[in-house]
């Protein structure tokens, strides 16, 4: 526990001066009503955003909604309908948060609609109902309009640069230029992994792919979401040689930031990524990226699935009889499987919905074969590969505590 900071105390103007005799007689009137603003209540609910307080926040920008529809009716000096769209989006994700996907779908369409006709346009509800669409087709939609709203921001940033000289902009203008740039890239990629999967059948989803994605990485090259969808496409083409090169430089982008990087990707990313490398029998990245992920999140029930199944598999691939020393045995890569497997299985105990049923079929059956085998359970790894780079200890003092 952290150490909590001591109030500190001000000294009370009334007891530190006594009151003079001449002193004037207090004010009788009232004070002037304070004038509540859309923007200060949108301001006060990314706070509570921030505090992940979203019942105060999603209060919060019901009240701006209200406020800003209640100007525009009553046609009030600076009434702004920009805030009434602003509002409308940010109530969306904080509804988005709560679980609440109806009211967010409506609200993001409202901001939409608010948006037809003002100038400066946001992406960002089109890129969340792109998620929450009904069907691939109007998931595309939603990605094919914030892609457009995206790249005008960028045509814009363009041509203020030119009348710049084409100097640089300010380190806030070239933050901006990233967002928008990484934005567009995930529109992309969105639109790409929708031709991988829902419009697979399509006659030129192929193509698409290839299209979709070459974009992507000349908008922003610095995107890994651009190289492990890539990946993803040539494992489709069965190029596993192709996969492996995108997905290892998607992962040279982000491998050796720091966990508090904002370009760190998410856990779910690196999930994903986990589950190519393996299908690509690529077990130490796969490694290297579990063991952060469990130390980041102990309590994750998929990260000691995968973890137990990536020992698994590389202890197949070393054989019973492999006399290599530099690297770990199928007796060890096993032990480390089995220590995974059983962590999954006390979350299971713990919250058994915190489990998929899948996976835990597949858990048991692996157990099975451990416990046939004669296999106990490690106190954690030391070491990775011999010779493909060490990975962070997992030691006895790191494992899940109970």
Known sequence: MGRTKSRSKKASKANAFPAAETAPAASTSAPPPVVIKVEDLL???????GSINYEGAKALCLQAVELAHKEMQEQKEGADPRMLRDAFEILGTV???LGDI???REHFAASIQLASALPDPSPAPHLYLAQLAA???ESLSHFGNALTILQAKLAALEQAKLGTDGGAGTQDEAEDEGEIRRSASRALVGMTEL???????????EQKC???LAEAAQIDPTDPEVYQTLASVRLSQQRENDAKEALHRGWDLWKDLENDSPQYPPAPSRLTC????????????ALQILNRLEDEDDEDSEVWYLSGWAWWTLGESRGAESKDEEVESQAECWSESRLCLENY???EELDPSSTDPDQMGHVRELMSKLDAAGVVASGGADDAEGGQGAWEDASEDEAMEE
């Open 43 to 49: 301001v006060k609910a990314a706070q509570q955003i």
């Open 95 to 97: 509804e988005l948060e």
């Open 102 to 104: 109806d009211d967010a």
């Open 135 to 137: 069907s691939p087709e």
């Open 195 to 205: 031709y991988l999967t829902d419009l697979c059948f399509e006659a030129d989803a």
């Open 210 to 212: 290839e299209t979709l």
């Open 274 to 285: 986990v589950k190519l490398f393996l299908e690509l029998s690529e077990h130490v990245p």
């Open 345 to 347: 299985l006390r979350l």
